[in-house]
């Protein structure tokens, strides 16, 4: 069974950094892209950016670029998501997803994010 | 970057009626678009990919359809579980951009 599971809730000062974890497994981690996704309180779902574990290339939104950075450790099948300078507007529930894949002989197609991680309550408060 | 836009944002209806939610993509997509699920709580669950395929354990009163720009999410029989709020999300190019959301109630 493929599954993600994300490091818990953290509650943090503005100013501050945060790294989340990915943790993956039931696949070969470094075949699949993962990807990030942010839900800020009653909002919809905002696709931050993804990376491809084996080489660590990684693509941001233009919403997120320069503000998260997205790595990956393929030896311990984990992704991260690192959040510096932390504000308010910071504060949302963070998910991680794997990008699946169908293969057609040599052509393959990233369809969905079709397995999520928990996901991961960041709360930043003074 | 492609953007998708949703509607209705919310919807309103009675266990047994036909449900149905739009999508347009700022551009083609083929058949490049993911539908999603989510409940109060609970993380995202893909329901359709490439615009019409039902996912493995998708109860089949839900279908998608379309192609090109408008997109289109069918419940046809709504059921109390069904209570959720909607995403289509186009997986053409990254970005993969999510439509902004359709809650549905009874």
């Known amino acids: 069974e493929v599954q993600l599971v994300q490091s818990g809730a953290e509650m943090k000062e503005p100013g501050e950094s945060l790294k989340i974890s990915c943790a993956t497994s039931g696949y070969t981690f470094d075949t699949h892209w993962i990807g990030w996704v942010r839900q800020m309180p009653g909002k919809g779902l905002e696709w931050m950016g993804i990376?491809?574990?084996?080489?660590?290339?990684?693509r941001y939104s233009p919403s997120f670029q320069g503000q998260v950075t997205i790595s990956a450790d393929k030896y311990i099948s984990t992704a991260y998501l690192q959040l510096n300078n932390l504000k308010a507007s910071d504060t949302a529930i963070y998910y991680c997803?794997?990008?699946?894949?169908?293969?057609?002989?040599?052509?393959?197609?990233?369809?969905?994010?079709?397995?999520w991680g928990q996901g991961t309550t960041v709360t930043v408060s003074s | 970057d492609i953007q998708v836009t949703q509607s209705p944002s919310s919807v309103t209806a009675s266990v047994g009626d036909r449900v149905t939610i739009t999508c347009r993509a700022s551009?083609?997509?083929?058949?490049?678009l993911a539908w999603y699920q989510q409940k109060p709580g609970e993380a995202p669950k893909v329901l359709v990919s490439f615009a019409s395929t039902l996912q493995s354990g998708v109860p089949p009163r839900f279908g998608g359809s379309g192609s090109g720009t408008d997109f289109t999410l069918t419940i046809s029989s709504l059921q109390p579980e069904d209570v959720a709020t909607y995403y289509c999300?186009?997986?053409?190019?990254?970005?993969?951009?999510f439509g902004q959301g359709t809650k549905v109630e009874i």
């Open positions: 999300q186009q997986t053409n190019n990254f970005p993969w951009a």
């Open positions: 990376i491809w574990p084996d080489d660590s290339d990684a």
């Open positions: 997803a794997r990008l699946g894949k169908l293969c057609r002989g040599s052509n393959c197609y990233n369809y969905a994010m079709d397995v």
């Open positions: 551009q083609p997509i083929s058949n490049s």
